[in-house]
Protein backbone atom coordinates (compact mmCIF):
# COMPACT_ATOMS: atom_id res chain seq x y z
CA UNK A 1 0.00 0.00 0.00
CA UNK A 2 1.34 3.81 -0.63
CA UNK A 3 0.60 6.28 0.81
CA UNK A 4 0.22 9.38 -1.36
CA UNK A 5 0.84 13.18 -1.26
CA UNK A 6 0.02 16.05 -2.75
CA UNK A 7 0.60 15.59 -7.04
CA UNK A 8 1.90 12.12 -6.59
CA UNK A 9 0.72 9.37 -8.91
CA UNK A 10 0.61 5.77 -9.31
CA UNK A 11 0.41 3.53 -11.76
CA UNK A 12 -3.05 1.41 -11.69
CA UNK A 13 -1.99 -2.61 -11.35
CA UNK A 14 -5.63 -3.56 -12.33
CA UNK A 15 -8.52 -2.35 -14.49
CA UNK A 16 -11.44 -1.95 -12.27
CA UNK A 17 -10.68 0.87 -9.12
CA UNK A 18 -12.95 2.20 -6.66
CA UNK A 19 -11.94 5.10 -4.70
CA UNK A 20 -13.81 6.20 -1.19
CA UNK A 21 -13.53 9.22 0.78
CA UNK A 22 -13.79 8.64 4.47
CA UNK A 23 -14.31 11.70 7.21
CA UNK A 24 -15.86 11.79 10.84
CA UNK A 25 -18.90 13.70 9.08
CA UNK A 26 -20.98 11.74 6.12
CA UNK A 27 -19.56 13.71 2.86
CA UNK A 28 -21.01 13.52 -0.72
CA UNK A 29 -18.24 11.96 -3.56
CA UNK A 30 -18.98 12.42 -7.12
CA UNK A 31 -16.89 11.72 -10.26
CA UNK A 32 -16.71 13.85 -13.40
CA UNK A 33 -15.59 12.60 -16.70
CA UNK A 34 -12.87 14.95 -18.38
CA UNK A 35 -11.67 15.22 -22.08
CA UNK A 36 -8.58 16.17 -23.08
CA UNK A 37 -9.67 20.07 -22.88
CA UNK A 38 -10.66 19.64 -18.99
CA UNK A 39 -14.77 19.17 -20.02
CA UNK A 40 -17.09 17.13 -19.34
CA UNK A 41 -19.36 16.26 -22.49
CA UNK A 42 -22.54 16.41 -21.63
CA UNK A 43 -24.40 16.00 -18.05
CA UNK A 44 -24.09 12.10 -18.32
CA UNK A 45 -20.19 12.77 -17.51
CA UNK A 46 -21.08 14.00 -13.97
CA UNK A 47 -21.66 11.00 -11.71
CA UNK A 48 -23.21 11.53 -7.88
CA UNK A 49 -26.16 10.73 -6.04
CA UNK A 50 -29.17 11.52 -8.41
CA UNK A 51 -27.17 10.38 -11.62
CA UNK A 52 -24.98 7.14 -9.80
CA UNK A 53 -24.00 5.30 -13.31
CA UNK A 54 -22.07 6.69 -16.25
CA UNK A 55 -19.68 5.00 -18.92
CA UNK A 56 -17.51 3.38 -16.85
CA UNK A 57 -17.93 5.32 -14.45
CA UNK A 58 -20.61 4.14 -11.33
CA UNK A 59 -21.36 5.98 -7.60
CA UNK A 60 -22.32 3.75 -4.67
CA UNK A 61 -23.42 5.18 -1.33
CA UNK A 62 -22.67 4.36 1.71
CA UNK A 63 -26.15 5.37 3.44
CA UNK A 64 -24.52 7.40 5.84
CA UNK A 65 -22.71 4.25 7.59
CA UNK A 66 -20.12 3.77 5.24
CA UNK A 67 -17.77 6.42 3.11
CA UNK A 68 -19.38 7.22 -0.57
CA UNK A 69 -17.37 5.65 -3.46
CA UNK A 70 -16.93 5.62 -7.27
CA UNK A 71 -15.65 2.59 -9.24
CA UNK A 72 -13.96 3.33 -12.60
CA UNK A 73 -13.68 0.51 -15.21
CA UNK A 74 -10.74 1.56 -17.44
CA UNK A 75 -11.82 -0.62 -19.90
CA UNK A 76 -15.28 1.13 -20.23
CA UNK A 77 -14.30 4.34 -20.29
CA UNK A 78 -15.37 5.75 -23.99
CA UNK A 79 -12.77 7.15 -26.19
CA UNK A 80 -11.90 10.86 -25.62
CA UNK A 81 -12.02 10.62 -22.06
CA UNK A 82 -8.44 10.95 -20.58
CA UNK A 83 -9.56 11.85 -17.10
CA UNK A 84 -12.26 11.10 -14.06
CA UNK A 85 -11.74 13.35 -11.04
CA UNK A 86 -13.65 11.77 -7.58
CA UNK A 87 -14.33 14.91 -5.72
CA UNK A 88 -15.65 15.08 -1.56
CA UNK A 89 -17.98 18.05 0.04
CA UNK A 90 -19.50 17.58 3.62
CA UNK A 91 -23.14 16.69 3.20
CA UNK A 92 -24.19 19.38 5.41
CA UNK A 93 -25.00 22.76 4.22
CA UNK A 94 -21.52 25.11 4.73
CA UNK A 95 -19.66 22.57 6.69
CA UNK A 96 -16.16 23.13 5.78
CA UNK A 97 -13.24 20.82 6.14
CA UNK A 98 -11.60 22.79 9.03
CA UNK A 99 -11.59 19.64 11.58
CA UNK A 100 -12.30 16.87 9.45
CA UNK A 101 -9.59 14.78 8.41
CA UNK A 102 -10.87 13.31 4.95
CA UNK A 103 -9.11 10.16 3.51
CA UNK A 104 -9.48 8.79 0.14
CA UNK A 105 -8.59 5.18 -0.52
CA UNK A 106 -8.03 3.29 -3.61
CA UNK A 107 -8.66 -0.62 -3.74
CA UNK A 108 -8.89 -2.99 -6.41
CA UNK A 109 -12.87 -3.25 -7.24
CA UNK A 110 -12.62 -7.13 -7.98
CA UNK A 111 -11.08 -7.92 -4.58
CA UNK A 112 -10.93 -4.70 -2.39
CA UNK A 113 -7.56 -5.02 -1.06
CA UNK A 114 -6.17 -1.47 -1.17
CA UNK A 115 -3.51 0.33 -3.11
CA UNK A 116 -2.71 3.41 -1.56
CA UNK A 117 -4.69 6.30 0.43
CA UNK A 118 -4.42 9.61 0.93
CA UNK A 119 -4.93 12.70 3.25
CA UNK A 120 -5.43 16.13 1.79
CA UNK A 121 -2.89 18.41 3.88
CA UNK A 122 -3.62 21.79 5.81
CA UNK A 123 -7.30 21.65 5.10
CA UNK A 124 -9.67 25.11 6.42
CA UNK A 125 -11.94 26.76 4.87
CA UNK A 126 -12.32 24.25 1.45
CA UNK A 127 -15.91 23.16 1.03
CA UNK A 128 -15.50 20.95 -1.34
CA UNK A 129 -12.36 19.10 -2.60
CA UNK A 130 -10.98 17.40 -6.06
CA UNK A 131 -9.73 14.49 -4.16
CA UNK A 132 -7.91 12.09 -6.29
CA UNK A 133 -8.18 11.78 -10.77
CA UNK A 134 -7.85 8.52 -12.53
CA UNK A 135 -5.87 9.63 -15.68
CA UNK A 136 -4.83 8.01 -18.88
CA UNK A 137 -1.03 9.42 -20.37
CA UNK A 138 1.10 7.40 -22.45
CA UNK A 139 -1.98 4.69 -22.92
CA UNK A 140 -1.13 3.88 -19.09
CA UNK A 141 -4.09 4.28 -16.49
CA UNK A 142 -3.34 5.96 -13.28
CA UNK A 143 -3.92 7.67 -10.15
CA UNK A 144 -2.93 11.03 -8.54
CA UNK A 145 -3.59 12.20 -5.64
CA UNK A 146 -4.69 16.50 -5.91
CA UNK A 147 -6.41 17.70 -2.84
CA UNK A 148 -7.22 20.85 -4.30
CA UNK A 149 -9.97 22.70 -2.28
CA UNK A 150 -12.89 25.26 -3.52
CA UNK A 151 -14.62 27.65 -0.95
CA UNK A 152 -17.68 27.53 -2.63
CA UNK A 153 -19.05 24.00 -2.65
CA UNK A 154 -19.33 21.52 -5.37
CA UNK A 155 -20.81 24.36 -7.34
CA UNK A 156 -17.36 26.08 -8.17
CA UNK A 157 -15.71 22.36 -8.52
CA UNK A 158 -18.75 21.84 -11.19
CA UNK A 159 -18.05 25.39 -12.90
CA UNK A 160 -14.43 24.80 -13.39
CA UNK A 161 -14.60 21.74 -15.35
CA UNK A 162 -17.85 22.75 -17.35
CA UNK A 163 -20.99 22.25 -15.73
CA UNK A 164 -23.40 24.78 -15.59
CA UNK A 165 -25.35 24.32 -11.75
CA UNK A 166 -29.19 25.36 -12.32
CA UNK A 167 -28.81 28.58 -9.81
CA UNK A 168 -26.40 30.73 -10.60
CA UNK A 169 -22.47 30.01 -9.17
CA UNK A 170 -20.08 32.12 -7.92
CA UNK A 171 -16.73 31.65 -10.32
CA UNK A 172 -14.34 29.14 -8.75
CA UNK A 173 -12.72 30.00 -5.65
CA UNK A 174 -10.04 27.19 -5.28
CA UNK A 175 -8.19 27.07 -1.85
CA UNK A 176 -5.60 25.81 -3.81
CA UNK A 177 -4.91 26.56 -7.46
CA UNK A 178 -7.63 26.34 -9.79
CA UNK A 179 -7.56 24.39 -13.22
CA UNK A 180 -7.71 25.61 -16.39
CA UNK A 181 -10.74 27.88 -16.83
CA UNK A 182 -13.35 26.05 -18.67
CA UNK A 183 -17.07 27.82 -20.07
CA UNK A 184 -19.99 26.24 -19.07
CA UNK A 185 -21.95 23.87 -21.05
CA UNK A 186 -23.96 21.65 -19.01
CA UNK A 187 -25.68 21.66 -16.14
CA UNK A 188 -26.14 19.11 -13.98
CA UNK A 189 -30.13 16.96 -12.18
CA UNK A 190 -30.85 18.76 -9.09
CA UNK A 191 -29.64 17.65 -5.88
CA UNK A 192 -31.61 15.32 -3.73
CA UNK A 193 -33.42 17.08 -0.57
CA UNK A 194 -30.36 16.16 1.68
CA UNK A 195 -28.42 18.24 0.18
CA UNK A 196 -29.46 21.73 0.55
CA UNK A 197 -29.24 24.12 -2.68
CA UNK A 198 -26.68 26.57 -2.45
CA UNK A 199 -27.91 30.19 -1.95
CA UNK A 200 -27.54 32.32 -5.57
CA UNK A 201 -24.46 33.76 -5.46
CA UNK A 202 -23.06 36.47 -8.30
CA UNK A 203 -22.42 35.53 -12.12
CA UNK A 204 -19.42 34.74 -13.71
CA UNK A 205 -18.04 37.75 -14.72
CA UNK A 206 -17.34 38.13 -18.58
CA UNK A 207 -14.38 36.63 -19.74
CA UNK A 208 -11.17 38.15 -20.05
CA UNK A 209 -9.97 39.51 -23.77
CA UNK A 210 -8.20 37.31 -25.99
CA UNK A 211 -4.27 36.77 -25.05
CA UNK A 212 -1.75 38.05 -27.43
CA UNK A 213 -0.43 36.46 -30.37
CA UNK A 214 2.09 33.38 -29.09
CA UNK A 215 -0.79 32.20 -26.68
CA UNK A 216 -0.54 28.51 -25.85
CA UNK A 217 0.92 25.70 -24.06
CA UNK A 218 4.03 23.85 -25.03
CA UNK A 219 6.04 21.27 -23.29
CA UNK A 220 9.86 20.23 -22.95
CA UNK A 221 9.22 16.59 -24.88
CA UNK A 222 11.29 18.15 -27.28
CA UNK A 223 14.00 19.99 -25.00
CA UNK A 224 14.79 23.02 -24.60
CA UNK A 225 12.47 26.07 -25.37
CA UNK A 226 12.50 29.95 -26.10
CA UNK A 227 9.20 31.56 -25.58
CA UNK A 228 7.58 34.42 -26.47
CA UNK A 229 5.36 36.79 -24.49
CA UNK A 230 1.86 34.63 -23.01
CA UNK A 231 3.22 31.22 -23.92
CA UNK A 232 3.27 29.03 -21.33
CA UNK A 233 5.11 25.88 -20.73
CA UNK A 234 4.79 23.14 -18.83
CA UNK A 235 7.55 21.66 -16.62
CA UNK A 236 6.75 17.98 -17.45
CA UNK A 237 8.20 15.54 -19.90
CA UNK A 238 7.05 12.45 -21.04
CA UNK A 239 4.08 13.21 -18.81
CA UNK A 240 6.11 13.38 -16.09
CA UNK A 241 7.49 15.90 -13.32
CA UNK A 242 10.68 17.17 -14.79
CA UNK A 243 12.12 18.83 -11.82
CA UNK A 244 11.79 19.67 -8.67
CA UNK A 245 14.63 22.49 -8.63
CA UNK A 246 15.03 25.44 -10.97
CA UNK A 247 17.31 28.10 -10.92
CA UNK A 248 15.62 31.71 -13.05
CA UNK A 249 18.52 33.27 -14.41
CA UNK A 250 17.94 37.03 -15.35
CA UNK A 251 20.68 39.00 -17.28
CA UNK A 252 21.19 42.43 -19.00
CA UNK A 253 23.21 44.57 -20.55
CA UNK A 254 23.42 48.80 -20.16
CA UNK A 255 22.16 50.12 -23.95
CA UNK A 256 25.14 51.89 -23.74
CA UNK A 257 28.41 51.84 -23.10
CA UNK A 258 29.88 52.94 -19.59
CA UNK A 259 26.53 53.62 -18.55
CA UNK A 260 26.04 51.23 -15.84
CA UNK A 261 22.41 50.05 -14.65
CA UNK A 262 21.85 48.97 -11.49
CA UNK A 263 18.90 46.51 -12.06
CA UNK A 264 17.20 44.02 -9.49
CA UNK A 265 15.92 41.04 -9.69
CA UNK A 266 13.15 39.61 -7.46
CA UNK A 267 10.56 36.65 -6.96
CA UNK A 268 6.90 37.07 -5.26
CA UNK A 269 5.58 34.57 -3.66
CA UNK A 270 1.69 34.05 -3.26
CA UNK A 271 -0.40 32.07 -2.04
CA UNK A 272 -3.95 30.54 -3.43
CA UNK A 273 -6.42 33.69 -3.52
CA UNK A 274 -3.23 35.72 -4.62
CA UNK A 275 -2.43 36.99 -1.33
CA UNK A 276 1.27 37.69 -1.05
CA UNK A 277 3.29 35.63 1.15
CA UNK A 278 6.75 36.72 0.66
CA UNK A 279 9.30 38.46 -1.39
CA UNK A 280 12.96 37.68 -2.45
CA UNK A 281 15.39 39.97 -3.15
CA UNK A 282 18.67 41.89 -2.58
CA UNK A 283 17.88 42.44 0.72
CA UNK A 284 16.53 39.43 1.62
CA UNK A 285 17.83 36.48 -0.25
CA UNK A 286 16.10 33.51 1.20
CA UNK A 287 11.95 32.90 1.93
CA UNK A 288 9.73 30.51 2.74
CA UNK A 289 12.55 28.70 4.59
CA UNK A 290 15.38 28.45 2.12
CA UNK A 291 13.25 27.25 -0.65
CA UNK A 292 13.74 30.75 -2.53
CA UNK A 293 17.37 31.83 -2.45
CA UNK A 294 18.76 35.00 -4.31
CA UNK A 295 22.26 34.62 -4.97
CA UNK A 296 22.92 38.64 -4.34
CA UNK A 297 22.99 41.95 -6.43
CA UNK A 298 24.58 43.14 -9.07
CA UNK A 299 25.01 46.64 -9.50
CA UNK A 300 25.81 47.11 -13.10
CA UNK A 301 24.80 44.34 -15.40
CA UNK A 302 28.29 44.12 -16.35
CA UNK A 303 30.14 40.81 -16.99
CA UNK A 304 28.41 38.10 -19.83
CA UNK A 305 26.26 35.38 -18.09
CA UNK A 306 23.27 35.79 -15.96
CA UNK A 307 23.70 38.74 -13.47
CA UNK A 308 21.34 37.53 -10.67
CA UNK A 309 19.98 34.32 -10.14
CA UNK A 310 16.85 32.90 -8.28
CA UNK A 311 16.83 29.08 -6.87
CA UNK A 312 13.40 27.70 -6.48
CA UNK A 313 13.15 24.24 -4.85
CA UNK A 314 9.50 23.52 -6.19
CA UNK A 315 9.73 20.42 -4.15
CA UNK A 316 10.28 22.05 -0.35
CA UNK A 317 7.91 24.66 -1.57
CA UNK A 318 4.40 24.89 1.10
CA UNK A 319 1.75 24.15 -0.48
CA UNK A 320 -0.23 27.50 0.47
CA UNK A 321 2.43 29.10 -2.28
CA UNK A 322 0.83 28.44 -5.26
CA UNK A 323 2.35 30.88 -7.45
CA UNK A 324 5.84 32.71 -8.11
CA UNK A 325 6.07 36.01 -10.28
CA UNK A 326 9.52 36.52 -11.26
CA UNK A 327 10.12 40.53 -11.64
CA UNK A 328 12.95 43.17 -12.93
CA UNK A 329 13.41 46.68 -11.23
CA UNK A 330 15.68 49.02 -12.36
CA UNK A 331 16.58 50.77 -8.84
CA UNK A 332 18.57 53.28 -10.50
CA UNK A 333 15.67 55.30 -12.50
CA UNK A 334 16.60 54.72 -15.73
CA UNK A 335 14.23 53.35 -18.11
CA UNK A 336 13.76 49.64 -19.83
CA UNK A 337 14.55 51.33 -23.06
CA UNK A 338 18.24 52.20 -21.80
CA UNK A 339 18.78 48.71 -21.03
CA UNK A 340 20.07 45.56 -24.05
CA UNK A 341 19.53 42.34 -24.22
CA UNK A 342 17.66 41.75 -21.32
CA UNK A 343 16.06 37.64 -20.70
CA UNK A 344 15.37 35.10 -18.25
CA UNK A 345 16.36 31.60 -18.39
CA UNK A 346 14.82 28.60 -16.76
CA UNK A 347 17.73 26.10 -15.83
CA UNK A 348 17.49 22.57 -14.34
CA UNK A 349 19.75 23.60 -11.17
CA UNK A 350 20.92 19.58 -10.59
CA UNK A 351 22.32 19.84 -14.11
CA UNK A 352 22.62 23.45 -15.39
CA UNK A 353 20.83 22.92 -18.68
CA UNK A 354 18.98 25.31 -20.49
CA UNK A 355 15.03 24.52 -20.73
CA UNK A 356 13.30 27.87 -21.15
CA UNK A 357 14.41 31.34 -22.46
CA UNK A 358 12.42 34.66 -22.78
CA UNK A 359 14.29 37.31 -24.45
CA UNK A 360 12.57 40.86 -23.90
CA UNK A 361 13.16 42.20 -27.45
CA UNK A 362 10.70 45.43 -26.81
CA UNK A 363 11.41 47.54 -23.94
CA UNK A 364 8.87 50.27 -22.75
CA UNK A 365 10.02 53.32 -21.25
CA UNK A 366 8.79 51.87 -17.70
CA UNK A 367 11.18 51.04 -14.07
CA UNK A 368 9.47 47.86 -13.85
CA UNK A 369 8.76 44.49 -15.94
CA UNK A 370 7.31 41.06 -14.85
CA UNK A 371 9.31 38.62 -16.67
CA UNK A 372 7.56 35.30 -16.28
CA UNK A 373 5.24 33.67 -13.63
CA UNK A 374 5.37 29.90 -12.47
CA UNK A 375 2.05 29.10 -11.22
CA UNK A 376 1.32 25.25 -10.02
CA UNK A 377 -1.51 23.78 -11.22
CA UNK A 378 -4.47 21.41 -9.30
CA UNK A 379 -2.61 18.91 -10.20
CA UNK A 380 0.72 19.60 -8.75
CA UNK A 381 2.68 19.88 -11.94
CA UNK A 382 4.36 23.64 -12.45
CA UNK A 383 3.72 25.65 -15.74
CA UNK A 384 5.76 28.75 -16.30
CA UNK A 385 4.06 31.31 -18.80
CA UNK A 386 6.23 34.40 -19.74
CA UNK A 387 5.32 37.46 -19.27
CA UNK A 388 6.94 41.00 -20.09
CA UNK A 389 4.60 43.30 -19.01
CA UNK A 390 6.34 46.70 -17.89
CA UNK A 391 5.08 48.68 -14.82
CA UNK A 392 6.55 51.98 -13.62
CA UNK A 393 7.97 50.75 -9.76
CA UNK A 394 11.62 50.94 -9.21
CA UNK A 395 11.36 48.30 -6.07
CA UNK A 396 10.08 44.77 -5.64
CA UNK A 397 7.27 46.21 -3.20
CA UNK A 398 5.76 48.42 -6.11
CA UNK A 399 5.31 44.86 -7.70
CA UNK A 400 3.35 43.10 -5.49
CA UNK A 401 -0.12 44.27 -6.62
CA UNK A 402 0.23 44.42 -10.35
CA UNK A 403 2.01 40.90 -9.95
CA UNK A 404 -1.46 39.76 -7.93
CA UNK A 405 -3.80 40.82 -10.34
CA UNK A 406 -1.52 39.21 -13.12
CA UNK A 407 -1.57 35.50 -12.02
Not at 215 to 231: A, E, M, P
Not at 305 to 325: A, H, K, S
Request: a negative charge; glycine letters at 10%; proline letters at 10%.
Amino acid sequence: MTAMTPGSNIPLPTARVTVDVAAPVRLDVSGLLLTADGKVRSDDDFIFYNQPAGPGVTYRSGGGTAPDAITVDTTAVPPGIEKIVITASPDAAGQTFQGIEPTATLRNADDNTVLATFTPPRLGAETALVVVEIYLRNGVWKARAVGQGYANGLAGIATDFGVTVEEPAAPAQPVTPPPAAVQPSVAPPAPPAHTPQAPPAPAVPPAPPAAAPGTGKINLDKGRVSLQKNQTVSLMKGGRPLLSQVKMGLGWEPAYRGKDIDLDASVIAYGPQRNHIDSCYFGKLQIVNGAIRHSGDNLTGEGGGDDEVITVDLGRLPQDVTGLVFTVNSFSGQKFTEVAKAYCRLLDATTGEELVRFDLTSAEPQTGVMMAKLIRQFSGEWEMTAMGDFVKSRTVRGMVKPAAQAL
